[in-house]
Structures are given as C-alpha cells and as structure tokens.
C-alpha cells in the first residue's frame, strides 16, 4: 500500500522567517501611514506595530523613509497597469488623469509627503527612484513608444521633454497646494502639448 501523504496538494511553499518579517513590517508601515500620514510611520511605531525589532528593521532597510517607500511601491505595483485606449491622445489622457486622481486621494497625499522627505534623504531618494520612480517612468515612455509606432508622434520629439510637458501640471498642483486637475484640464493639456509638439517640428 502506497504511503499516505500528510501534505496537501494545493499547499504552497512556507514563506521563509525573512520574508515573513519582512511582510509584518510593510502590512504595519502602511497601517500607520494611512492611519496618521508619513509622520506616524516611525520605526518605534513600526516595531511596535509589526512585532520586528528595531535591529532587524535595520538589517533589511536604512531607514524608516526606506521602509515607507518599499511598502508604498508594493501596494502601488498592482494599479499599474497601462491605459490603451486605441490612440496616443486617448492614452495620455486616461495616464493623466490616473495621476492626478492619485494624488488628490488620500494615498497621494502620504506620498506627496514621501516625495518631500525623499528630497532630503538622498538613500532614501535613491530608494524611491530604483523602487517606485523608474518603473513609473518606463511604463510612461511605453505610451510614448506605442504612440511612435502607431506614427502619431515622431520619432524625433525627445520623449523625456515630451513627458515632461504632459505631467508637470500634475506635480505643479501638488507642490502648490492647487485644485487637483480635472477631467477637462486633463484633455486640454494633452491635446496642447502634443499639437504644440507637432507644430514645432512641421
């Protein structure tokens, strides 16, 4: 008679002590952020929260802005998907839109904060660009790539200066502590500035 297993079949792999800490420590991080904003996010709180200690708190991360941007880039990872609308404009419409509803909600307002502390830190800078920014941005320049190969725009408008004219309204009204664009601002922005591109290079 064959022996009989003790382990289920549909029984995944053990998660290892490391990676449980490590989630005990992100789960408590972004409790304590949308409880009370970046400021309530301390590494006394987060010990106390997570039950890690604080020595092993800093044997996966620098600092607790480290922490606060991993746990951030975590969540955010799984609403990063791409519009695709069938053209360039409608892309860019629906992508600044996105943005700027993101920063007006109260997860955007946490990470506003980040993005000023971040400013001051440069580990945890380099933390939010490697962890956050630089997927944020490859994703950006796939709409652009995708706008190229559909011949809407040109090959020859920098991308980079092209995003640039697109999103800095979003992040001016953030800094600025304006009104969040509307749907409207949002669609009269990307038709300016990519007529204003095609005109500046007919």
Not at 169 to 189: F, H, Y
Request: proline share 5%.
């Amino acid at each position: 008679m064959p022996a009989v297993s003790t382990i289920s079949p549909a029984a995944g792999p053990v998660p290892s002590r490391s990676s449980r800490t490590r989630r005990a420590v992100l789960d408590a991080t972004a409790v304590l952020m949308a409880e009370g904003g970046l400021a309530a996010a301390t590494i006394d709180a987060i010990r106390d929260r997570s039950g890690v200690s604080k020595t092993t708190i800093y044997k996966h991360w620098p600092n607790r802005l480290c922490v606060a941007v991993d746990a951030f880039a975590e969540r955010l990872a799984t609403d990063a998907s791409l519009p695709d609308t069938g053209t360039a404009r409608g892309d860019f419409r629906e992508q600044i839109r996105r943005v700027s509803a993101f920063y007006a909600s109260p997860v955007g307002s946490v990470f506003a904060q980040l993005l000023a502390s971040a400013t001051q830190d440069p580990v945890a800078s380099q933390w939010l660009q490697a962890r956050f920014l630089d997927s944020r941005q490859r994703g950006i320049r796939e709409l652009w790539d995708r706008a190229v190969s559909r011949g809407e725009v040109r090959k020859g408008i920098d991308p980079d200066l092209a995003m640039d004219l697109i999103f800095a309204p979003v992040m001016w009204r953030l800094v600025s502590g304006r009104r969040p664009l509307t749907e409207d601002d949002a669609d009269t922005i990307v038709s300016s500035v990519l007529d204003g591109l095609r005109a500046a290079t007919d």
